[in-house]
């Protein structure tokens, strides 16, 4: 059964940094391209960052570019979001995801591209 287990969510103050890590089962992020989504009470879950399978390409949303940074580690299986320069309007449950096909040559935004999902995990950034 695939699973992907988000983890290092919290509370941090605006500048502040964090690492979110999705830990895969059943699936490898060498064959599937992985992205991490966000979303916030009343919209819609949003786009964040994306990566080839394998890591050899990336590609993030306008607001994160520069402060957020999406990796890949082959041998443990797990897709990290590292998250610095934090600011409030970054605050939402943040979903990790897994293409539904392998091999996919190209790191789409599109939500209905992934197929398997995280439970997600709170970021919260306070003032």
């Known amino acids: 059964q695939v699973q992907l287990v988000e983890s290092g969510g919290g509370l941090v103050q605006a500048g502040g940094s964090l690492r979110l890590s999705c830990a895969a089962s059943?699936?490898?992020?060498?064959?599937?391209?992985g992205a991490w989504f966000r979303q916030v009470p009343g919209k819609d879950r949003e786009f964040v960052a994306g990566i080839k399978w394998g890591g050899g390409s990336t590609l993030y949303t306008d607001s994160v570019k520069g402060r957020f940074t999406i990796s890949i580690s082959n041998a443990k299986n797990t897709m990290y979001l590292e998250l610095s320069s934090l600011e409030p309007e970054d605050t939402a449950v943040y979903y990790c995801a897994a293409d539904q096909a392998r091999w996919n040559s190209g790191i789409t935004p599109t939500l209905s591209a992934y197929g398997y999902w995280g439970q997600g995990t709170q970021v919260t950034v306070s003032s």
């Open positions: 059943e699936l490898s992020f060498s064959m599937r391209n």
